[in-house]
């Protein structure tokens, strides 16, 4: 470990704590600031100078940031702590819960919300509650020694009943997710001791630079590929909620190594189809949703779910749909438009993919029933049907993917049709 030498820090040192309370903040946003930084920080402050923002932003930038992806935090923290006169206000009408049906005056930009969580912390200002005639009050005592722990209630409550605080923890959550795939063996095959074929063009080739003589027999094995993972995502307004943590979700997927995807293809759709797949290898999570959202120009609209499915079919699906890919259907299935051509387009969908597996957030309820037109249509068509409204079944998602023979609900729900 480096050994400092004793730093000078005056009677009154308020930039110093500034700076200190500024680390803090990066901390918290996510950013790996440890003491050596903070004190890096200091002296490169003290040794440039504080006279020109400009060198105080990068001088600060050359101690606190060395990847890419954590840029756009460190910008948005710093404009919010040192540049803005008026940072707590805007920061707090972040943190605030929007009410729905009310548009925001600005959109937060990529890592803003971030950065306010950071900065403000615990600190939020508590909501007016209405007041209670002391006789009229009444105390309830709940013995929770035998309930869950939070974060194990938080695993099975619904995205659309979360609070800001809970949605924000189950982002944490959803980015600790993995999606592991099992290869698939394809037909080219590729040398191995224990193979369990015989290599017989290897085996010749071999006793021919031995004068004619064989020495061993070479083996061989399927060599393993992997497939890709296209996504289908609704974003209409009854699943704008759900659609938001499946995309933190398949970020999280999308930049994870070692899950045995070849590509992650991620679609959009609404009132029309959108393919978001580059905006999703960003590494930063809210400048990767920030793009997809910019690029995606039908959130919370209508949903038109046929139309959708062939435009993808006949543009997209050559593409991307190669070596096996397996298919993630998100949607409540709630469209209008013709249930003849849903259908077509759903078959042709299945009979692309090598697995076409539907998550449905109105299975949560105990008497959901196909019912719906478009759910009627599309429900023959898929491999597997699951719900899709919480963090547990997206963890329940992985072992479907992995069993080949999972139909999750859908041998349940055909039987109702």
Not at 49 to 64: I, K, P, Q, S
Not at 146 to 151: K, Y
Not at 246 to 258: D, I, M, R, S
Not at 280 to 287: M, T
Request: proline share 5%; aromatic share 6%.
């Amino acid at each position: 470990m480096p050994e400092y030498a004793p730093l000078e820090i005056p009677e009154n040192p308020r930039l110093a704590q500034n700076i200190i309370h500024f680390a803090r903040a990066l901390r918290r946003a996510g950013l790996p600031v440890g003491p050596g930084r903070v004190i890096d920080a200091i002296r490169a402050v003290e040794a440039a100078g504080f006279t020109d923002r400009m060198d105080f932003y990068w001088t600060l930038h050359a101690c606190f940031v060395n990847r890419p992806e954590h840029r756009v935090i460190f910008a948005q923290v710093f404009r919010l702590y040192w540049r803005d006169p008026r940072f707590l206000e805007h920061m707090m009408s972040l943190m605030l819960p929007a009410v729905r049906g009310v548009q925001e005056e600005r959109l937060a930009a990529a890592a803003e919300k971030r950065a306010a969580q950071a900065l403000l912390g615990d600190e939020l200002p508590e909501m007016p509650q209405p007041e209670t005639r002391e006789d009229e009050a009444t105390q309830i005592e709940i013995d929770a020694s035998m309930t869950m722990s939070a974060e194990e209630k938080l695993r099975t409550l619904d995205f659309e009943q979360m609070s800001t605080e809970e949605i924000a923890q189950a982002k944490r959550m959803l980015a600790r997710l993995t999606l592991p795939v099992q290869p698939i063996l394809s037909r080219r095959r590729m040398a191995a001791a224990q193979g369990n074929r015989i290599a017989y063009r290897r085996t010749i080739r071999a006793a021919l630079r031995q004068g004619g003589e064989m020495q061993r027999i070479e083996r061989a094995r399927q060599r393993p590929r992997w497939p890709n993972l296209v996504v289908l995502c609704d974003i209409s307004g009854s699943m704008s909620q759900y659609s938001r943590m499946v995309l933190h979700f398949l970020h999280a997927v999308a930049n994870e190594k070692g899950q045995g995807w070849a590509k992650v293809h991620a679609f959009t759709f609404g009132t029309r189809l959108t393919n978001i797949t580059r905006h999703l290898a960003a590494r930063d999570v809210d400048a990767a949703l920030k793009a997809a959202g910019a690029e995606a120009q039908d959130w919370e609209g209508g949903t038109r779910i046929g139309d959708c499915l062939h435009v993808f079919n006949r543009d997209w699906s050559r593409r991307v749909m190669g070596q096996g890919a397996v298919v993630l259907l998100i949607t409540d299935g709630l469209d209008r438009d013709d249930a003849a051509a849903l259908e077509k387009e759903m078959e042709r969908l299945q009979l692309s993919s090598r697995r076409l597996i539907w998550l449905n957030p109105l299975l949560r309820w105990d008497g959901f029933a196909p019912k719906a037109s478009g759910i009627r249509a599309m429900l023959p068509h898929v491999d597997s049907f699951r719900a899709g409204h919480s963090i547990a079944s997206l963890e329940d998602l992985a072992e479907a993917i992995s069993r080949p023979d999972d139909a999750g609900e859908k041998a349940r729900l055909m039987a109702a049709l």
